[in-house]
Nanobody, 120 residues
Framework: VQLQASGGGLVQPGGSLRLSCAASGAIYAVAIMGWYRQAPGKQRELVAS???????NYGDSVKGRFTISRDNAKNTVYLQMSSLKPDDTAVYYC???????????????WGQGTQVTVSS
């Protein structure tokens, strides 16, 4: 199983960016998918997560600015980021709890990370 993140880049304060993360490989089901971020010198923190039933949860610092969504048919999760601030600068990682066969256990897989830089 692999998770491939894309969509990072350089954006000005107040701008928007959309991240995507697609899971591929031996997948029977994907439960929670999420985005985390890690800035230099800081711990990795939850940005947002979403269940297969589309219930979303957000970190306090991004509520009202970021929106997480997913396409279950494509095993893909998205993160729409708006009103970006310099403090949002970080490497963004996606993850997913994946079951590779019926009645199997769920394991957490991580994407490779994508850099988001908010700067004028």
């Amino acid at each position: 199983v692999q998770l491939q993140a894309s969509g990072g880049g350089l954006v000005q304060p107040g701008g928007s960016l959309r991240l995507s993360c697609a899971a591929s490989g031996a997948i029977y089901a994907v439960a929670i998918m999420g985005w985390y971020r890690q800035a230099p010198g800081k711990q990795r923190e939850l940005v947002a997560s979403i269940t297969a039933a589309q219930y979303a949860n957000y970190g306090d610092s991004v509520k009202g600015r970021f929106t997480i969504s997913r396409d279950n048919a494509k095993n893909t999760v998205y993160l729409q980021m708006s009103s970006l601030k310099p403090d949002d600068t970080a490497v963004y990682y996606c993850n997913g709890d994946v079951q590779d066969h019926a009645a199997g256990s769920f394991y957490t897989y991580w994407g490779q990370g994508t850099q988001v830089t908010v700067s004028s």
